[in-house]
């Protein structure tokens, strides 16, 4: 199974201010017959839903604000909220869909400071 | 718009059985890979399994912990999705979300969920 790791586990973040999300994989999620990463981020606020934000690692959802943004480099991937609005704070997950089973990373909760 | 619309969920007590559904619409059913994802109470979210478009065979694929006690299936003439869970433990309990795979990943949206909670 593929183990995907997050860090931190929780962070505080000033509104307009830069959070990073960090997700390592145990192994490549990268499929070489079409070069890309099977890995999504999701926003789970409380008593709703997930929400897909972000695939192929770097693929930002249609209708999500450009301030989220996602990296990868070999098994190491990022989440950026370039400027933390209050309609942020969530819990952020990192997903692969390259293999089963299907796993997700322990989540990162991100508050305001 | 897409929809989708869990019911089911609801109290059973350990060793006993509960059966999910699924309703989908705003989107061509039968042409989509479905997945459950579950999360217990304050912890993360979790694969449970899923089963793809009959053209590619129907078949289905399970987490190891529900494995031989959990079945998902389909009917794409009704565009529900089911989740039979048998043998059902205390750890069980959790919010079990519908899930759908557009085109993006393998779960792109999901429903709003519903709570299983086993318990004596």
């Known amino acids: 199974d593929i183990v995907m790791t997050q860090s931190p586990d929780s962070l505080a973040v000033s509104l307009g201010e830069r959070a990073t999300i960090n997700c390592k994989s145990s192994?490549?999620?990268?499929?070489?017959?079409?070069?890309?990463?099977?890995l999504a981020w999701y926003q789970h606020k409380p008593g709703q839903p997930p929400q897909l934000l972000i695939y192929w690692a770097s693929t930002r959802e249609s209708g999500v604000p450009d301030r989220f943004s996602g990296s990868a480099s070999g098994t190491d991937f990022t989440l950026t909220i370039s400027s933390l609005q209050a309609e942020d704070v969530a819990v952020y997950y990192c997903h692969q869909y390259y293999s089963s089973p299907l796993t997700f990373g322990g989540g990162t909760k991100v508050e305001i400071k | 718009e897409v929809q989708l619309v869990e019911s089911g969920g609801g109290l059973v007590n350990p060793g006993g059985s509960l059966r999910l559904s699924c309703v989908a619409s705003?989107?061509?059913?039968?042409?989509?890979?479905m997945s459950w994802v579950r999360q217990a109470p304050g912890m993360g979210l979790v694969w449970v399994g899923r089963?793809?478009?009959?053209?590619?065979?129907?078949?289905?694929d399970y987490a190891a912990p529900v494995k031989d006690r959990f079945t998902i299936s389909r009917d794409d003439s009704k565009n529900t999705l089911f989740l039979q869970m048998d043998s059902l433990k205390i750890e069980d309990t959790a919010i079990y979300y519908c899930?759908?795979?557009?085109?993006?990943?393998?779960?792109?949206?999901w429903g709003q969920g519903t709570l299983v909670t086993v318990s004596s």
């Open positions: 899930t759908a795979g557009l085109g993006k990943t393998e779960i792109d949206f």
């Open positions: 089963v793809n478009r009959k053209i590619d065979g129907g078949t289905t």
């Open positions: 705003g989107f061509t059913f039968s042409s989509v890979w």
């Open positions: 192994q490549s999620v990268l499929y070489s017959s079409d070069n890309k990463n099977y």
